[in-house]
């Protein structure tokens, strides 16, 4: 099929890696589903990029964590498109707690990390097997984090799910082949607007701790990150149930910069 009647979703679309992913594959040539949850003007305007520049893009408004978002979400890309080769499980979100903080942590934080970073990647991914397999096959990735690894990160439930995600795409791996392929990456620190938003005045204090201490001297953007997805979607075809770490070196580094 020439790659110009591929098609891709990518969830969190209009921001952050998201973005950076929507943009990348629709210069390769996909129609592109942007999703988002709230962030309407940043998916409107990443869409508006790519068709200024003759590509093919459309958003879309869902909630992951919604099994009836998930499936008319790719109804909607079946419709635009008539096929979806390919789904990026970008849609997340955390809660920065620090991990010595424990009676800040509720059962509601530890529910919705779970239903969007776990739930809704396992209902975007379910939504999508069939019509990918009446294609002939398919690819899906999952964005996790080295803080499933180790154990460090904005707080305790966002690793536990990120570790959750990692077993997930394994899990998946094994039982949607050989049609499709189920792939993960994991980046490390991401500069951007989620991480400073999230650590307010300690971000460029992070950032610096982090481009001292990690053996590449760079923390991710998100380029990097969708530069990774887009390798384990064009690469070897038989690559499947792996999750490609992507962080400058972090989990080798024997320095780790604590967010607390």
């Not at 300690?202 to 001292?212: G, M, N, T």
């Not at 760079?218 to 969708?226: F, G, K, N, S």
Request: proline content about 3%; glycine content about 10%; aromatic content about 6%.
């Amino acid at each position: 099929m020439p790659s110009d009647h591929l098609a891709a979703i990518v969830t969190g679309g209009g921001t952050g890696v998201g973005r950076a992913t929507a943009l990348k594959l629709a210069a390769l040539r996909y129609g592109v589903v942007i999703n988002y949850s709230r962030s309407q003007a940043e998916a409107t305007a990443t869409a508006e990029e790519i068709q200024a520049a003759g590509g093919r893009a459309i958003c879309l408004q869902a909630d992951v964590s919604n099994d009836d978002d998930c499936r008319r979400l790719v109804d909607a890309a079946m419709e635009s498109f008539g096929r979806i080769d390919v789904l990026v499980n970008c849609a997340g979100t955390t809660e920065f707690i620090p991990f010595s903080r424990l009676e800040d942590v509720s059962t509601e934080t530890w529910t919705r990390l779970f239903q969007v970073n776990v739930v809704g990647a396992f209902q975007c991914a379910r939504a999508v097997a069939e019509s990918m397999r009446r294609l002939g096959g398919g690819c899906i990735i999952n964005v996790s984090s080295v803080a499933a690894q180790l154990g460090q990160g904005s707080s305790i439930p966002y690793c536990c799910s990120k570790a959750a995600l990692d077993n997930l795409t394994v899990s998946l791996a094994r039982t949607l082949a050989p049609e499709i392929r189920v792939n993960g990456i994991a980046p490390g620190f991401i500069a951007g607007r989620w991480t400073q938003n999230g650590l307010g005045e300690k971000y460029e204090s992070i950032v610096q701790a982090y481009e001292r201490s990690l053996p590449l001297k760079q923390v991710c953007q998100p380029e990097d990150i969708a530069d990774g997805i887009l390798s384990l979607i064009t690469g070897s075809r038989l690559v499947t149930g792996q999750t490609l770490v992507v962080d400058g070196g972090m989990l080798i580094a024997g320095y780790q910069v604590k967010f607390e």
